[in-house]
């Protein structure tokens, strides 16, 4: 069963950083891509950042130059790393993978960016 547990969030002043978690088990390795949403309040799900099996990144514009997605194939691992925060990036951040036919999503983590 494929399970995917986030971590990292919580409240942080506008300017300071946070590192996210996301650790992959039930058969999801380091041949899938990978990828990290949000949601926040009153708004629909959107994509952040992906990577690859390759390690190729992609980002939406409003995070480039401050979000750094990553992963440790050892660890069946991704990361976000997320710098300069500010209040506008306050959401719920999800885990995402695709393993055709299915998505799976993680539970989600509270990021909170004070101003």
């Known amino acids: 069963q494929v399970q995917l547990v986030e971590s990292g969030g919580g409240l942080v002043q506008a300017g300071g950083s946070l590192r996210l978690s996301c650790a992959a088990s039930?058969?999801?390795?380091?041949?899938?891509?990978m990828r990290w949403y949000r949601q926040a309040p009153g708004k629909q799900r959107e994509l952040v950042a992906a990577?690859?099996?390759?390690?190729?990144?992609n980002y939406v514009d409003s995070v480039k130059g401050r979000f750094t997605i990553s992963r440790d194939n050892a660890k069946n691992t991704v990361y976000l790393q997320m710098n300069s925060l500010k209040p506008e990036d306050t959401a719920v951040y999800y885990c995402?993978?695709?393993?055709?036919?299915?998505?799976?999503w993680g539970q989600g983590t509270q990021v909170t960016v004070s101003s």
């Open positions: 995402n993978v695709i393993a055709v036919p299915y998505a799976y």
């Open positions: 039930g058969g999801i390795g380091s041949s899938y891509a």
């Open positions: 990577i690859t099996s390759g390690g190729s990144t």
